[in-house]
Structure formats: structure tokens, C-alpha cells
């Protein structure tokens, strides 16, 4: 098997698998419980809150485990945002947000927030002049992804968080950092980032656990109620096996994250250039992109009809969002960027991990142009 789908999930450490089976078996306690077993498990949920902060360069600011990043984009969003709607608040974002970004901002229009969208360059990057003009005084909140789950664009998010303060001090700025973290740089320390969505998920841990930070003096208000774990804002019993593994996956991966970089970006450089040399080829990337995620487009040829011809030889890759390609519709993304549907019906991405290799790349080119030879005018 030739694993290519890493943006969607991936395989957790073997330590992380060990590390969940143990706490499952001996520290199995309700960490709100107040004996010793429970006392153990708080201890864990303590340390691994330690080990994700570590990966955001600081000893301040919280961070609070949730189900996922889908749902530290909605405490970031939601948290920060339900309250203010009587005052009309201006949310600013892009179209090529995660759906747990977009509906959510979506949802906050229909109950009366005045949400705009900043204008995509054909390149991945954002407008800035665009972004500037929609800075004005009622800006309540920034929400842009770091690094984009289908085209890997990288957004200089500390440069676009100082711009939101300086034309607006009071207005908060979020970032969904799910593709970026252990690919990208993610420390907040002495920018001007106030909330940062990760998920375990994407960095060889366990599913079902994500998180936010949220940075001191950041008002956040809960969108689950019950029993008041993690600080009041995320009620139920905390998932401790899950969470422990999060912070060993966040540990083990930012030790090794130098080296997994360089050697994904030389891996990501041969997949896209062998892939752009196919006939009918269309590589589509960005200007600096993450080292981990290449999309091409095959125009004629749709992406599914490929995807599990790929399949049937033994290389799985993705037709879009994971979070949404189980649905038919054409990528925002892809959209703001000016493609035409040709092309977006065509497109699929291929994201490496810790354990691609080069021998994977080359079968990946092999297979994909054998493939397309076969499947063309299908």
C-alpha cells in the first residue's frame, strides 16, 4: 500500500498507539474525579497540555482539548462571536477556509454578522491591499487558515494577525493551523495571534481530539454546556487515552520536524514535477507552498474515475477536502483561484507523511501516468 492521503489523516506512532492502550488499562480514571486514579489521569491530561503548548513556543496562554479541529474552529468562532452579534460584528475570511470555518462563519451571517471575503491572487495568496480596505472599526474577528488543506498555499498569518491589530486593536485573530502544524511554523510567541485550531489527527496521533489555544486575555465563552471541564469552555468527560496521545504525537513530531520538512519538500518537488510531465498534466500550486500537499488536474478525466483506478493499484490519494468529498460540489477553493470546472472536476492531491518514501513517489508517477494513458477521453 502506498499511502498519499495524509492531509486526511494519518498513521499514528506505534508509541502513541502503546501509550493509549496503556493509559486505557491503568489510567482509566475521570480526571474531575478527586481519588488517585482520578488524580493520575489529570496528571496526564496536564502534561500533554504542557507538551502542545511547548509546539506553540510559549509557557502562556491555555489550551483546551475538544472532539477535533472542526470543533476548536467553532469554540474559536462561536465563542468569540455569538455574544457580539447584537452589535452587528464584521468577520473577515477567505473562500478557501475549511468547512468548519466557512459554515460556521456562514452561520453567524444568518443571524445578522456582516462577514466579508478577501480576494484570492491566482498564486494561493491573499489580497492584502483587498484585506486592508475590509480592516474597519467594527472588525470583531480575522479567521484565516495558515497552510489550505487542498493546494497547500501558506499564509504569512503573523504578518496578516500585526496588520488586524495595528488597523484594528480590539478585533481577535484565529487561525486554523490543522495542516500547518509539524509542517509549518506555528509559534505565536510575540505575534499578534489570539486563537490557533490544531488537531491530533494530522501529526500521527489518534482521532477523535483536537484543540485551541487561546491567548491570555482573550474572552471565550463555551458552545457546550454540562459540567465545566477544561476551564468552563468544553463540558464532558475529558477522552484522557486520546489526549495523552496528542501530546507524545505533538512531542515526537516538532523534535523530528526539521528534518521530516526538508525531506517532504525534496519528496513533494520530485511528485510535482514528475506528475507535470505527464500529457494533459495540470500541477496546481501556490507560491510557497506547504511541503507536504501537491494537486493536479487531469481536465477530462474526473477526479474519482482516477482516484480509484489509483486505488486499485495499491495508491490511495484524495479528491479534495476529506471533510467533504464524500458530497458532490465544486471546490471554493478552486473556485476563488479562477479555475474553470474542467479542471476542478479533475483534481486530486496527493499529501505525503512521515512514512512516504521515494521509492512511493516513483510508483505514484508511474501508476498515475499508466492510468491516464489508459483512462483518457473515459
Known amino acids: 500500500m502506498i499511502y498519499l492521503d495524509n492531509s486526511a489523516t494519518t498513521r499514528p506512532y506505534d508509541e502513541v498507539i502503546a501509550l493509549m492502550a496503556s493509559i486505557q488499562k491503568e489510567t482509566f480514571g475521570n480526571p474531575s474525579s478527586l481519588h488517585q486514579v482520578g488524580v493520575l489521569a489529570e496528571r496526564t491530561m496536564k502534561t500533554a497540555r504542557e507538551q502542545v503548548l511547548s509546539a506553540f513556543g510559549i509557557d502562556e496562554g491555555s489550551f483546551i482539548f475538544t472532539g477535533s479541529g472542526t470543533e476548536a474552529n467553532n469554540l474559536a468562532i462561536l ?22 470555518v466557512m459554515e460556521t462563519v456562514l452561520h453567524l451571517k444568518e443571524l445578522g454578522a456582516d462577514c466579508q471575503l478577501i480576494r484570492l491572487q491566482k498564486n494561493g495568496q491573499l489580497d492584502e491591499e483587498h484585506f486592508a480596505s475590509l480592516l474597519t472599526e467594527n472588525t470583531s474577528l480575522v479567521s484565516i487558515m495558515t497552510v489550505n488543506n487542498e493546494i497547500g498555499a501558506v499564509q504569512d498569518v503573523v504578518k496578516l494577525a500585526a496588520m488586524t491589530k495595528a488597523n ?117 500550486t501556490s507560491e510557497n507552498p506547504a511541503p507536504h500537499i501537491v494537486s493536479v488536474a ?78 483518457s477521453g473515459v
Open 79 to 100: 465563542g468569540t462571536q455569538l455574544s457580539q452579534i447584537h452589535r452587528t460584528p464584521r468577520i473577515i475570511t477567505t473562500q478557501m477556509e475549511h468547512p468548519s
Open 298 to 375: 487531469f481536465p477530462g478525466l474526473r477526479s474519482e474515475i482516477l482516484l480509484h483506478a489509483l486505488e486499485s493499484r495499491g495508491i490511495y490519494v484524495s479528491s479534495g477536502s476529506a471533510c467533504s468529498s464524500n458530497r458532490p460540489h465544486l471546490s471554493p477553493t478552486l473556485l476563488a483561484l479562477g479555475f474553470d470546472r474542467k479542471v476542478i472536476d479533475s483534481a486530486i492531491r496527493f499529501s505525503l507523511g512521515i512514512h512516504t518514501t521515494e521509492a512511493d513517489i516513483a510508483e505514484a508517477i508511474s501508476c498515475v501516468s499508466e492510468q491516464t494513458a489508459l483512462l
Open 168 to 284: 484594528c486593536p480590539r478585533a481577535l485573530f484565529h487561525t486554523d493551523a490543522v495542516q500547518a502544524l509539524g509542517k509549518v511554523p506555528v509559534s505565536v510567541r510575540n505575534t499578534k495571534i489570539d486563537l490557533v485550531s490544531v488537531s491530533a489527527h494530522k501529526i500521527n496521533g489518534p482521532k477523535g481530539v483536537g484543540g485551541l489555544f487561546i491567548r491570555n486575555g482573550v474572552h471565550v465563552k463555551p458552545v457546550i454546556y454540562g459540567g465545566g471541564q477544561e476551564n468552563g469552555l468544553r463540558s464532558g468527560t475529558q477522552n484522557t487515552a486520546a489526549i495523552a496521545g496528542f501530546g507524545l504525537a505533538v512531542q515526537k513530531t516538532m523534535a523530528f520536524m526539521p528534518d521530516t520538512t526538508e525531506r517532504m519538500h525534496a519528496l513533494r518537488k520530485k511528485l510535482a514535477d514528475g506528475l507535470s510531465a505527464i500529457p494533459g498534466a495540470r500541477v496546481i
